[in-house]
């Protein structure tokens, strides 16, 4: 595995990180606006972990995760300059699905607010288990004041209904909201028709929480690449143009690899990506491949894939890019692919486009020496190449290490105001004690309008 450039350095904090302020902070510094970069939100002594980000248009910040024994979803909204806003309800009342029938509360995929601002309501959408080996979409909506919205389904929670009749072993995997508050939601099914065979299903549901009929018939669909293997839904973006991106793993015996279709708003495959099936097939990185992640640039069409690869220890990780029409972007990294395998393991587990098209993912490292893990950020340019104008060398490790040599990461990346904005989990060792864990970075090709194109298009007249 590559090392970390020798300017990189590990970094500490209990509840928040502080640092010595130098006269001007480099791209790619820990913010120092924002509680000195690098923070921890505390549940007591559960084990907390952030899966989902929401800047919100007041300059504030949601964040949703999960909080376990036994699971349940959380949301806590934070200022700014990164304090805990107290008079937000939910921040102190996570909440579960066991009196709707759930066995088993899953994660958190994706948090919505309507971007008109006509509502302050916030929906959250995830999975839960009802029987053993069934999991099932789940919704969720809070009030303004982020109590759960009784008049959401009674109670602010939803279990969307069933898969079609003789589906079985259903497995939720990702989902995401559509513009309008509708949801997509992707994973696994069994004989869904083919008997037992696992093939990839796509759900879509209405902004109300019911199946959308429109999207082939009943609101569900089933795809695979293969049928000699096992396939199944990783994750799921939303293009500009609404189409469904669904990223795909495929197995068979000890081989993995993945293919990524994109869909319709009606469920039919997109005849213009791909192969004119839908579908680019073939992606295999280093004979084993698993997706942790999708993303679609609004501005160019471009969809980049977070990659852990290998099937053993040490585990590494990779950046895809496709181009619009569905093809390996050969104008990234000459291949439409970089690994990023670092230290003693690193993964990917969440990417996203900058508005001026560079690429940030975000994920794990376990570096040289005792330390497990640690949040590893990086940012690459348009053409493939790590940016060295972030933090030096386009890659940063950042350690909260809120007890000696305990584990810290990433799961998913946003920008926020321009910025780089991580969140995760960090532990505090001992028991199940974990926390919400955040990290926002220095930008310094920011406009006034809160982006980073590079370009003069975000200026009056342009």
């Known amino acids: 595995m590559r090392p970390f450039a020798a300017s990189l350095l590990g970094l500490a904090c209990v509840a928040t990180f502080s640092s010595a302020s130098p006269l001007r902070a480099a791209d790619g510094d820990l913010d120092a606006s924002f509680q000195g970069g690098a923070i921890r939100v ?52 996570p909440f579960g699905f066991g009196n709707d029938g759930a066995e088993e509360t899953g994660e958190v995929y994706d948090l919505w607010r309507d971007p008109s601002g006509a509502s302050e309501t916030t929906s959250l959408l995830g999975w839960v288990k009802v029987t053993d080996g069934i999991n099932r979409p789940a919704l969720a909506r809070l009030t303004a004041a982020g109590a759960l919205d009784a008049t959401f389904d009674g109670n602010g929670l939803k279990i969307v209904s069933p898969a079609p009749a003789g589906w079985t072993n259903l497995f939720v995997n990702d989902g995401k909201f559509l513009p309008d508050g509708g949801a997509v939601f992707v994973g696994s099914c069994k004989n869904c028709p083919t008997a037992d065979v696992t ?9 109300s ?57 009606t469920g039919a495959f ?5 192969g004119g099936d839908g579908i680019n097939d073939g992606n295999i990185a280093g004979g084993f491949s698993r997706v942790t992640d999708v993303s679609t640039d ?22 895809d890019v496709l181009t619009a029409a569905g093809l390996d972007d050969d104008t990234f990294s000459g291949d439409g692919h970089i690994d990023l395998d670092l230290e003693e393991g690193s993964s990917v587990d969440s990417v996203v486009f900058q508005s001026d098209g560079k690429v940030l993912a975000v994920g794990n490292i376990d570096p040289n ?50 910025r780089l904005l991580a969140a995760g989990y960090a532990g505090a060792g001992g028991g199940d004690e974990q926390a919400f864990a955040l990290v926002r970075t220095e930008n310094h090709s920011i406009f006034a309008d809160g982006f980073e194109r590079g370009s003069a298009g975000g200026w009056p007249g342009f």
């Open 42 to 93: 505390l549940w007591g002594n559960d084990a907390a972990t952030a899966n989902e980000l929401l800047p919100l248009a007041d300059g504030r910040l949601l964040v949703g995760g999960t909080i376990a024994d036994p699971k349940r979803w959380a949301v806590a909204k934070i200022s700014s300059t990164g304090a805990l806003n107290l008079d937000w309800q939910v921040a102190f009342t």
């Open 209 to 265: 929480g019911a199946l959308d009929t429109g999207f082939s018939g009943d609101g569900w669909i089933s795809l695979s690449q293969s049928l000699d293997a096992s396939n199944y839904g990783s994750a799921v973006a939303i293009d500009a143009n609404g189409r469904i991106v669904v990223a795909c793993g495929s197995t068979s015996g000890m081989f993995s690899s993945y293919f990524v279709a994109r869909l319709t708003a």
């Open 298 to 319: 609004p501005s160019s069409g471009r969809i980049a894939i977070g990659l852990r690869v290998n099937a053993t220890y040490p585990q590494g990780a990779a950046v």
């Open 369 to 418: 020496g005792v330390q497990t893990g640690g949040f590893f950020l990086a940012r690459m340019l348009k053409s493939g190449a790590l940016d060295a104008s972030f933090d030096g060398n386009g890659v940063k490790r950042v350690e909260f290490d809120a007890a000696a040599n305990v584990d810290d990461g990433a799961l998913v990346v946003r920008t926020w105001g321009g």
């Open 270 to 274: 997109d005849g213009s990506f791909g």
């Open 199 to 207: 093939r990839v299903f796509v759900a879509k549901l209405l902004p």
